[in-house]
């Protein structure tokens, strides 16, 4: 028995699927210089420059001289 409503798979005229999104956004997660390569470098950024405040914060040197890159 063949169902009429599902759908045929060799149908050389259905249109391509459309490539995933992100979850926050609607940009296509790509490499290079996009929005969203952008985008999440940015956040990764952010969270660097957190973890490096929260180290000076509870080590009470610098940075630098907690990593011993100052003498």
Wanted: net charge negative; no cysteine; hydrophobic share 45%.
């Amino acid at each position: 028995m063949s169902d009429a409503s599902a759908p045929m798979s060799s149908d050389a005229s259905s249109p391509a699927p459309e490539p995933a999104t992100s979850a926050t956004t609607a940009d296509v997660p790509a490499f290079g210089w996009s929005s969203y390569a952008e985008r999440v470098n940015g956040r990764f950024a952010m969270l660097g420059f957190t973890a490096v405040l929260l180290i000076e914060a509870f080590s009470g040197e610098t940075f630098l001289r907690w990593a011993g890159l100052v003498p």
